[in-house]
T-cell receptor, first 112, second 113 residues
Framework: DGGITQSPKYLFRKEGQNVTLSCEQN?????MYWYRQDPGQGLRLIYY???????QKGDIAEGYSVSREKKESFPLTVTSAQKNPTAFYLC???????????FGQGTRLTVV | QKEVEQDPGPLSVPEGAIVSLNCTYS??????FMWYRQYSRKGPELLMY????GNKEDGRFTAQVDKSSKYISLFIRDSQPSDSATYLC?????????????FGTGTSLTVIP
């Protein structure tokens, strides 16, 4: 089945730790995105990538980092510099620029 | 003003009712629009993808675009309890280099059996 796989589904992080969220797609999509979703705030763009080895900051990139070494993979690292990391993180992909986006099932990150 | 705005609701209807979900957008250059359904603690699922004005129907769902008033709507006929979810409207940003999508904040819908 084609789709986007995010793992883990739930993640707990201690204060001061970096954690990495995985996102893999087998849709052969060029573009991939990371969004953060908080109650009442909708989706906010963290980073996006149009091609391998290239990525751009979104609206709330501070405290996050990404890599795009392979077309199918776009991991997100939440660093200790992110002041309020508890949120629902969504990865998405699209075939080329600005066609419809498809989402993974999300990772719920909680700082303990 | 946000590029895409959506009434957050919540909206509560009895089973079998016709549901109307609405968004407005600010940029008249937008040509594509999408509706997503998101169940609690799940990722958004693409429901409808429309281009230009007019209606698009898929089963019980109809997406409507009115470009003159910059208004997009999703109608759900014969609503079911399984339709209870948050519905997001979206428009792709095709005119800037940001390569991203503009999303509404979502409307929470509950269909009561």
């Amino acid at each position: 089945d084609g789709g986007i796989t995010q793992s883990p589904k739930y993640l707990f992080r201690k204060e001061g730790q970096n954690v990495t969220l995985s996102c893999e797609q087998n849709l052969n999509h060029d573009a991939m995105y990371w969004y953060r979703q908080d109650p009442g705030q909708g989706l906010r763009l963290i980073y996006y990538s149009q091609i391998v080895n290239d990525f751009q900051k979104g609206d709330i990139a501070e405290g996050y980092s990404v890599s795009r070494e392979k077309k199918e993979s776009f991991p997100l690292t939440v660093t200790s510099a992110q002041k309020n990391p508890t949120a629902f993180y969504l990865c998405a992909s699209s075939m080329w620029e600005n066609t419809e986006a498809f989402f993974g099932q999300g990772t719920r990150l909680t700082v303990v | 003003q946000k590029e895409v705005e959506q009434d957050p609701g919540p909206l509560s209807v009895p089973e079998g009712a016709i549901v109307s979900l609405n968004c407005t957008y600010s940029n008249s250059a937008f040509q594509y629009f999408m509706w997503y359904r998101q169940y609690s603690r799940k990722g958004p699922e693409l429901l409808m993808y429309t281009y230009s004005s007019g209606n698009k129907e898929d089963g019980r769902f109809t997406a409507q675009v009115d470009k003159s008033s910059k208004y997009i709507s999703l109608f759900i006929r014969d609503s079911q309890p399984s339709d209870s979810a948050t519905y997001l409207c979206a428009a792709p940003n095709i005119y800037n280099t940001g390569n991203q999508f503009y999303f509404g904040t979502g409307t929470s819908l509950t269909v009561i059996p």
